[in-house]
């Protein structure tokens, strides 16, 4: 089997790897985007594809949550526009980095998506919990905050689940299902239109992200089938040590 076979072959699996992961737990991005690094992909070109892979596990999963976000459709224009005004200057952002700046700031995004996976649970929890005594002021401020976690969207991918449902627990929202398909609708618009202004600047790797794309479906497919026999809590560990590992291999390599 030749070399670009391998690359591609190595992109589909941690696609399948990752895609499972973000059906189940999350933390699918602490696969996929090393293995476009490590394939060859620049590291924005490598963080733009990796948004590009991401998306089909977003859509699928907010048609598939569609009956408990209809209940909340009043917030959706509001949120679709935070979306995509706050994804397009991630994007933008983003394509303002030299691959050397990004190779600094990785691991640093990097950390906080680990420490928001490690510990997102409990925030979305005290927050569903105490949102209701911000009043006026908590939606206010909910409001600046999604539009602050959007650009972070479009400007580094992991870790944005995450804080969308920390966003919609300050926001008053308790239901969880209506919150996780919420989620997803706006991680899905972020993405689209991060990607549109990814490749109007011609920087997503087609080849390889679509080898990861692929991947990145049937995963997230195949686990939500097989949801029922996987351990979630002994995965939520396995996700927690290889981010950490990640991250520690990002420092050394931008500050050693």
């Known amino acids: 089997m030749g070399d670009q076979a391998m690359e591609i072959l190595m992109l589909f699996v941690a696609g399948v790897i990752g895609g499972a992961m973000n059906s189940l737990a999350g933390g699918g991005s602490f696969v996929t985007f090393p293995a476009l690094l490590l394939a060859g992909v620049p590291p924005v070109a490598a963080n733009a594809t990796n948004t590009f892979a991401s998306l089909p596990g977003y859509i699928s999963g907010a048609i598939a949550f569609w009956p408990a976000i209809s209940r909340h459709r009043s917030r959706l224009i509001g949120y679709a526009l935070m979306a995509v005004l706050g994804g397009w200057l ?17 691991p640093w995004l990097m950390l906080i998506a680990v420490l928001l996976f490690v510990f997102g649970g409990r925030l979305n929890a005290m927050l569903r919990t105490h949102a209701g005594g911000f009043g006026r002021l908590g939606l206010v401020l909910a409001a600046a ?20 449902l920390a966003v919609f627990a300050l926001n008053g929202l308790s239901d969880l299902s209506a919150m996780n398909g919420l989620k997803l609708c706006v991680s899905s618009l972020v993405a689209l239109v991060a990607i549109v202004r990814f490749g109007l600047g011609d920087t997503i790797a087609w080849f390889q992200g679509g080898a990861a794309f692929a991947g990145t479906l049937i995963g997230g497919y195949v686990a939500a089938r097989l949801a029922h026999l996987i351990p979630v809590a002994v995965l939520r560990i396995g996700i927690i040590l290889l981010g950490v590992f990640l991250t520690v291999i990002f420092f050394f390599k931008a500050y050693a």
């Open 90 to 106: 991630g994007a933008e952002l983003l394509l303002t980095q030299s691959d050397a700046q990004f190779e600094r700031v990785v």
């Open 145 to 164: 905050l999604l539009f602050a976690v959007c650009v972070y969207g479009g400007f580094f991918n992991a870790g944005l689940g995450i804080l969308l």
